[in-house]
């Protein structure tokens, strides 16, 4: 870490914070110039107590991190190397096949789950989306159908031969939901319970980390530090649009953080365009780009109907819609070297 000491501090107060650092665990190393006095204090910050309690000092101007704070999930951990998670036979992560994950926002019926999964199987995708538990604004709304849900996601992933993703709301779930899925969903509105994140992790199954509303990145990577910190290296990220003062669209998809996480992780990284708009007459344009920025995957909402969706209806494209969807995603995909 790095401590940036106010001007013209007289040396017995410059003393005064190099003994501090010492203190604490760290080499300091002071650095005098002719106005002030920087302190590169050596040591790893990881596994010491943070030199940041000094900004409250009257000394201090400011105290500036060197390391990341998310170890596990930086690419520091594997240079030149990108983790490739593989989950029901299917290999997610750079130059893989592009994966699609589609089907409904809520698991309805037997009928709309079954037609959904055949309609999307048909078109390539390889994992099944829907939600048994759902996290609603209102208490009044559908909540899901719970293990009835689940054990239709299983039904279609059986007969269509499709991995399933599912959302787990709770740590009493984890179990449940982990029986039945190939990848435990934790959504937005619990990114950063990390008590549901780390039972999750200790599942052993595949984790699909959503951007929490308000999340800056380096939170969302921390989130996901959970999850490696626990002994799971499936993790994938999905970055689902954040809260703006924007309201054409239900949320603003930030783009520019896949960029980044990509940057900064070995980690593949997923968009669900569906919540990242709230509207189907945009989620195709959103997994062009989605694509051409050489995202691993898509997680989409696909509905027979969406008019009579039990939720969300609004962002969901039918099959009509999803076909077309994946037919010009092609050019986009080979345009990022990815196979077909």
Avoid at 127 to 153: D, I, M, N, V, W
Avoid at 240 to 256: A, C, M, S, V
Wanted: aromatic share 6%.
């Amino acid at each position: 870490m790095i401590v940036i000491l106010k001007p013209n501090l007289p040396q017995e107060e410059v003393e005064k914070v190099i003994a501090e650092v010492a203190k604490l665990g760290y080499e300091p190393r002071p650095i005098h110039g002719k106005v002030q006095t920087v302190i590169a204090a050596i040591g790893d910050e990881n596994t010491r107590q943070s030199l940041e309690t000094l900004d409250a000092w009257p000394q201090v101007e400011h105290v500036h991190r060197v390391q990341k704070r998310y170890k596990l999930v930086s690419r520091e951990v594997k240079k030149g190397q990108d983790t490739i998670v593989k989950v029901h036979g299917q290999e997610i992560g750079s130059g893989k096949k592009f994966v699609f994950m589609a089907g409904p926002c809520s698991v309805e019926s037997e009928e709309q789950l079954m037609s959904t999964a055949k309609a999307v199987k048909a078109q390539g995708a390889t994992f099944l989306r829907g939600g048994a538990f759902k996290p609603r604004t209102s208490p009044y709304e559908f909540q899901g159908l719970a293990e009835p849900g689940l054990k239709l996601l299983a039904q279609a992933g059986k007969e269509y031969g499709l991995g399933i993703v599912t959302e787990v709301l709770s740590e009493r779930d984890v179990e449940l939901v982990a029986g039945y899925a190939d990848i435990l969903q934790i959504g937005a509105r619990n990114a950063q319970n990390f008590s549901l994140i780390v039972e999750a992790a200790r599942s052993g199954k595949t984790i699909l980390l959503k951007r929490g509303l308000s999340m800056k990145i380096e939170e969302w990577l921390l989130a996901g530090e959970y999850v490696l910190a626990n002994g799971n290296p499936n993790l994938l990220f999905c970055e689902r649009g954040i809260r703006t003062f924007e309201t054409y669209t239900r949320n603003t998809l930030d783009l520019g953080a896949v960029a980044i996480v990509k940057k900064e992780t070995h980690l593949p990284v997923i968009i669900d365009p569906s919540q990242g708009c709230g509207r189907a007459d945009m989620v195709l344009e959103m997994c062009k780009a989605a694509a051409a920025l050489n995202a691993d995957g898509l997680l989409i909402e696909v509905h027979p109907n969406p008019a009579e969706a039990w939720s969300d209806g609004q962002q969901q494209v039918d099959f009509s819609l999803y076909e077309k969807l994946v037919k010009e995603l092609q050019p986009f995909i080979q345009a990022v070297g990815r196979p077909l």
